[in-house]
C-alpha cells in the first residue's frame, strides 16, 4: 500500500513537472512564424521546370516571407497533386543569418515514375506553331527525358529534332546538381535570313543544315536565393552544302541566378528575379567559332490582391564571330510581342536591349514592349509595341500591335509557355 503511494506521487510529481515545461515551450512555439523569415527554399527530388509557371511563382514568393507552416503544406500537397508524385515531405533547416531559415521539400517519387507534358505549345501569326512534348522517367534523384521539338519563335531558325536530358538532382548534398542534355536537330532557315546572308558582315556564322549538343552542366545553390551553374557546351554544326565543312562552336558557360522577395512592403508583395549568362568560346575547346556572349535580365513583380505589375529587362552583347544560333533576336511570342523578327533583323543581332512593362488584372493583361538589336558600329533603333491579352495559369490569348508609321498588323499569339 505505502509502496502504491509513494508511486502515486512520483507520477504526479513528474506529470505535473512536464506539463510546466511544455507551458514554458509553447509560448516559443506559437511564436515561430513571426520570428523566423525564409531565406530560401530547395527542392530535392525533381526539377522546377516540371512545375506549372504559377506554382513555380508561389514558391519563389515564400522566400523573405515569415515562416508559414500551412502555406508550406499547401504548396507541397500543390506539387504532390501536379507532379503526381508518391509524397512531399518539408524540412526546416537553420539559415546563414540570424533569425532565418531554408525550407527544404523533398519529392518522394514512386520506384520508377514516368510522365508526359508539354513544356511549350505557342501560336505566333508571323512565326506559325512552335511547341516541344516531354516524356520524363524519374526513379529516386535520377531524371532522364526525352523531348520532341519544333521550335519557330525563339532562335533566327526553326530547328527540329529530338533532345534528352538526364539530371541528378542529388549529387551528395542537396546544394549540387548535375545535368547531362543531348539535342540533334535539323535547320529549317526562313527566305528573309536566305536573301541576307550574301550581305552579312564577317561577324556573321555560317548556315548549317543540322546541329548536335552535348551540355554536361553542374547546378550549385550557394546561399539561398543565389544559384550558379557552370559547365559547357559543345555544338556541331553540319554544313549546309555537302561541299561545306563541318563546325564546332564550343563554349564555357556560367549563369547566376538570384531570385527574393523583398521584405517590408506591406500590403505589397514584391519579388525579384535576375540572372547574368556567359558563353565564352575559345580554341583551347576545339571551337572553330570564337566570341564571348554575355546576357543580363532583370525582372521584379509587384502584387496585391488581383493587380500584378511585372517590368522586365534584357540586355546582352556578343563579341567576336558567334553562330546563328548565338545571336540576339526580338519579335517573337516573349520580346517585342507585335513585331515580325524577321523584318528587324533577319539574321540576328550581336547587340540587344528590351524593356516590358505588363499590367495583369485577374486573367486580364496588357502590356507595353519596347527594344532594339543592332550589330557593333550600328546606330541602336528602338521599337515600341502595345498588346491586350487574356491569361489563366500558363495559357494565354493576346494581340499586339507594332507602334510604327503606315499599315495596321497586329500580331496574334495563343498558347502556353512554361
Keep these: 500500500m505505502t509502496r502504491a503511494l509513494a508511486i502515486l506521487l512520483i507520477s504526479g510529481a513528474f506529470l505535473c513537472a512536464r506539463g510546466q515545461q511544455q507551458a514554458a515551450v509553447l509560448p516559443e512555439e506559437t511564436n515561430v512564424n513571426a520570428r523566423y523569415t525564409v531565406e530560401g527554399i530547395d527542392i530535392s527530388g525533381t526539377s522546377e521546370s516540371r512545375m506549372s509557371k504559377s506554382l513555380r511563382e508561389d514558391l519563389h514568393r515564400l522566400v523573405g516571407a515569415k515562416f508559414n507552416p500551412e502555406m508550406l503544406d499547401d504548396l507541397a500537397g500543390r506539387i504532390r497533386d501536379e507532379l503526381h508524385v508518391r509524397s512531399v515531405h518539408l524540412r526546416v533547416v537553420k539559415g546563414f543569418a540570424p533569425d532565418h531559415v531554408r525550407v527544404v521539400l523533398y519529392v518522394a517519387h514512386r520506384k520508377a515514375e514516368f510522365e508526359a507534358y508539354v513544356p511549350k505549345f505557342v501560336y505566333q501569326s508571323a512565326q506559325g506553331f512552335s511547341g516541344r512534348v516531354e516524356g520524363a522517367l524519374t526513379a529516386e534523384h535520377n531524371t532522364l527525358a526525352v523531348s520532341l521539338v519544333s521550335d519557330g519563335d525563339g532562335l533566327a531558325e526553326r530547328y527540329t ?98 531570385r527574393r522577395r523583398l521584405e517590408g512592403s506591406g500590403p505589397y508583395e514584391q519579388d525579384v528575379d535576375a540572372g547574368y549568362s556567359l558563353r565564352a568560346a575559345t580554341r583551347a575547346l576545339g571551337s572553330d567559332y570564337v566570341y564571348v556572349r554575355h546576357r543580363w535580365d532583370f525582372t521584379y513583380l509587384l502584387t496585391r490582391g488581383r493587380h500584378r505589375l511585372t517590368e522586365r529587362v534584357v540586355a546582352g552583347r556578343t563579341d567576336g564571330r558567334a553562330p546563328l544560333y548565338e545571336r540576339y533576336i526580338l519579335g517573337n511570342s516573349s520580346l517585342l510581342r ?81
Design 161 to 258: 529534332g529530338i533532345m534528352a536530358r538526364f539530371e541528378n538532382s542529388s549529387l551528395g548534398t542537396d546544394r549540387l546538381r548535375l545535368r547531362f542534355q543531348f539535342a540533334s536537330f535539323q535547320e529549317d532557315w526562313n527566305a528573309s535570313t536566305l536573301n541576307a546572308m550574301p550581305t552579312a558582315n564577317s561577324q556573321v556564322g555560317s548556315l548549317y543544315s543540322a546541329r548536335q549538343q552535348f551540355a554536361p552542366t553542374l547546378v550549385f545553390a550557394i546561399a539561398k536565393p543565389l544559384t550558379l551553374s557552370a559547365g559547357t557546351d559543345f555544338e556541331l554544326l553540319q554544313g549546309e552544302t555537302s561541299a561545306a565543312r563541318n563546325q564546332a562552336a564550343n563554349a564555357a558557360v556560367i549563369t547566376l541566378r538570384y
Design 338 to 418: 507585335g513585331w515580325n523578327k524577321y523584318d528587324l533583323d533577319p539574321l540576328g543581332a550581336d547587340r540587344l536591349v528590351y524593356n516590358s512593362i505588363e499590367y495583369r488584372y485577374g486573367m486580364l493583361e496588357a502590356f507595353y514592349d519596347c527594344g532594339a538589336v543592332w550589330n557593333r558600329g550600328e546606330p541602336a533603333e528602338v521599337k515600341h509595341s502595345l498588346g491586350l491579352g487574356l491569361r489563366k495559369g500558363v495559357f494565354s490569348v493576346a494581340m499586339a500591335v507594332p507602334l510604327k508609321d503606315g499599315h495596321f498588323t497586329p500580331m496574334l499569339m495563343v498558347g502556353m509557355n512554361y
